[in-house]
C-alpha cells in the first residue's frame, strides 16, 4: 500500500510569488489533515477534510492560505501571495473513517514538502 | 487548550545506551489519544504507538517501551540498546477524542536524537 505522498519535495520562491502544495492520501482514507513546522517550532495544524468538505479550518492562518480537495481525492495547499514568515515544512496527513474506533485518530503523514520564500 | 511539552531538545548517547525521551502534557480534556512520532532524515513523520487516556497500561515493542502516568500527565518513551538507526526526531503528541470529528495533533517540539557508533 502507497503511503502518504506530496510534491513537491522542496520549493523556492520569492516573496509575492504563488506555491501549490499537493498531497495525495492513502488510498481510501477520508480524512486528511494539512500541518506546517516553521523553523525551530513545533508542527502545527492547519485545517481537516473529511473526504471534500473542510472540517475544520481554525489553524490557517490568514486568507493567502487556501486548501482545496476537489473530488475527495488528493487535495492541494495554495499559498498566494507568499510572504517570508510562510517558510516552512508543510506536512500531509491521512487517515481512515471507520467509526470512533482508535485507529481513526492515527494519522499517517507524508514526507512534506519545504517552502523556503526568500 | 492542549499543550504537548518535550523538555529535551537534543539527546546524544553512544550506542546500546538506553536512553529515555520525555513527554508532559496538559489537558482538561478526559478522553484522549497519545503518540509518539519519530522522523528520520528522509522526513516523513513515521507512527510509533497511540495510547488511550483510560489505558496506561505500558507497552513494549522489541527495544521501544512506553510508559504512561496520568497522575504526571507523563507519557516517556524508552529506547533500551539504542542503535545508529534510531538517530531521528520524536514527537509526541496528542489528541482529543472526545468530539463529533476525529480532531487535531497538537505536537510538543521534538526532540533530536543522535546514536554514535
Known amino acids: 500500500e502507497a503511503g502518504v505522498t506530496q510534491f513537491p519535495s522542496h520549493s523556492v520562491i520569492e516573496k509575492g510569488q504563488t506555491v501549490t502544495l499537493r498531497c495525495d492520501p492513502i488510498s481510501g482514507h477520508d480524512n486528511l489533515y494539512w500541518y506546517r513546522r516553521v523553523m525551530g517550532k513545533e508542527i502545527k495544524f492547519l485545517l481537516h477534510?473529511?473526504?471534500?468538505?473542510?472540517?475544520?479550518e481554525s489553524g490557517m492562518p490568514n486568507n493567502r492560505f487556501l486548501a482545496e480537495r476537489t473530488g475527495g481525492t488528493y487535495s492541494t495547499l495554495k499559498v498566494q501571495p507568499a510572504e517570508l514568515e510562510d517558510s516552512g515544512v508543510y506536512f500531509c496527513?491521512?487517515?481512515?473513517?471507520?467509526?470512533?474506533?482508535?485507529?481513526?485518530?492515527?494519522?499517517?503523514f507524508g514526507p512534506g514538502t519545504r517552502l523556503t520564500v526568500t | 487548550a492542549q499543550k504537548v511539552t518535550q523538555a529535551q531538545t537534543e539527546i546524544s548517547v553512544v550506542e546500546k545506551e538506553d536512553v529515555t525521551l520525555d513527554c508532559v502534557y496538559e489537558?482538561?480534556?478526559?478522553?484522549?489519544?497519545l503518540f509518539w512520532y519519530k522522523q528520520p532524515p528522509s522526513g516523513e513523520l513515521v507512527f510509533l504507538i497511540r495510547?488511550?487516556?483510560?489505558?496506561?497500561q505500558n507497552e513494549i515493542s522489541g527495544r521501544y517501551s512506553w510508559n504512561f502516568q496520568k497522575s504526571t500527565s507523563s507519557f516517556n518513551f524508552t529506547i533500551t540498546a539504542s542503535q545508529v538507526v534510531d538517530s531521528a526526531v520524536y514527537f509526541c503528541?496528542?489528541?482529543?477524542?472526545?468530539?463529533?470529528?476525529?480532531?487535531?495533533?497538537?505536537f510538543g517540539q521534538g526532540t533530536i536524537l543522535t546514536v554514535h557508533p
Open positions: 477534510f473529511v473526504k471534500e468538505s473542510k472540517q475544520d
Open positions: 489537558t482538561r480534556d478526559t478522553t484522549y489519544y
Open positions: 496527513a491521512s487517515s481512515q473513517d471507520i467509526g470512533h474506533s482508535p485507529k481513526s485518530y492515527e494519522q499517517y
Open positions: 495510547r488511550n487516556s483510560f489505558d496506561e
Open positions: 503528541a496528542l489528541i482529543y477524542a472526545g468530539g463529533t470529528s476525529y480532531g487535531k495533533l497538537t
